[in-house]
């Protein structure tokens, strides 16, 4: 349709993607055979059928038991480089991407082997398919403090290759401030900070990360709208809210696409972005979300087009960078 031409043709950033969340069913099954892993599943079909989730961890439990297949360099390159052919499609020219390195390293997997793949594979995108990128290295916030301490020490020899620290997995009763030292820490390395913050957890998470981790983005945010002074000091300051509404959809953040808050975010005043999350898991990549939104809010040619232009404003690329994109 005309709309789904001129979403592709937008050209856009992603700025909220987790690497092992564009894991397909299909490649899935392939690294597993590849690498000799059982999987509790019999076919691509009875894994989707799983993806039925009434919340995050429904859905993390799911997603962890899946990176399971991920273990050479090989297997992260081709995770990425499958990734980065799909953005293309959808007219993404620059993506910052996060990865979960713990999720690898507790199974005796190196952090080399994790890094070394997903930067050739963003080698390969930039070479090949025009695709600037950058990786941000996320830290389990459902493990304690040590063990990120420890993923930053294991990161230390590959900070040129790192733009920033994240927080995600089970947000409830996993506060930022939990991180505070860490990101201090990180901070001082010289990366940039994000969080993800307000997604199920409380608008004082997302002031939390605010005042305590010092976040230079904040990745979804939905619920920072309960709090009108919170919202208006995230307008005020410029802070980039990083929004996945098929992920809101299917995590149940809320009831309906109809009721998604994006246009509400941007009348606002925020630097809201659209993003796909876990692509794999929620049923659509960067366009299919526009599309989404777009269609269940009634979203113009101009408001997608300030969603595609907050992506590059959000971006860590450097502002000579961004003023070219816009
Ligand atoms: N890890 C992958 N996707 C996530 C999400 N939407 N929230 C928290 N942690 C995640
Ligand atoms: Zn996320």
Request: with cysteine; glycine share 8%; aromatic share 8%.
């Amino acid at each position: 349709s005309d709309l789904r031409t001129f979403i592709t043709g937008l050209p856009k950033a992603e700025l909220h993607l987790h690497i092992e969340g564009s894991l397909e069913p299909e490649l899935m099954f392939a690294l597993a055979e590849r690498g000799g892993i059982a999987l509790p599943y019999g076919s691509v079909e009875e894994l989707r059928s799983a993806y039925q989730f009434s919340n995050l961890q429904d859905f993390l439990d799911i997603y962890y038991q899946g990176a399971a297949v991920l273990r050479t360099a090989a297997d992260f390159h081709d995770l990425a480089a499958a990734y980065f052919a799909r953005a293309a499609a959808d007219g993404v020219v620059h993506a910052e991407i996060m990865f979960d390195p713990q999720t690898h390293t507790a199974r005796g997997i190196p952090f080399a082997e994790v890094i070394e793949g997903l930067s050739a594979a963003c080698a390969a995108a930039e070479r090949d398919l025009g695709i600037t990128s950058r990786l941000i290295m996320c830290i389990l916030r459902h493990l304690d403090e040590a063990d990120g301490f420890a993923t930053l020490a294991a990161a230390a020899p590959y900070l040129d290759r790192i733009a920033a620290i994240g927080l995600d997995s089970s947000e409830r009763g996993h506060p930022p401030e939990k991180f505070a030292r860490l990101f201090a820490a990180a901070g001082a390395l010289g990366l940039r900070r994000v969080a993800h913050a307000g997604e199920e957890g409380p608008p004082d998470y997302v002031v939390q990360a605010l005042d305590l981790l010092g976040i230079d983005r904040l990745d979804h945010g939905n619920r920072a709208l309960e709090d009108a002074a919170l919202t208006a000091r995230l307008a005020r300051s410029g802070m980039t809210l990083t929004v996945c509404p098929l992920s809101n959809l299917k995590l149940c953040v809320i009831p309906s696409l109809d009721r998604h808050p994006i246009d509400r975010m941007l009348e606002l005043g925020l630097r809201a972005t659209v993003n796909s999350d876990d692509p794999a898991y929620f049923g659509g990549y960067i366009g299919e979300n526009y599309h989404a939104v777009a269609t269940a809010r009634g979203l113009d040619r101009a408001a997608l087009a300030t969603l595609a232009r907050n992506s590059f404003l959000g971006s860590f690329l450097d502002d000579d960078t961004v003023a070219r994109h816009l």
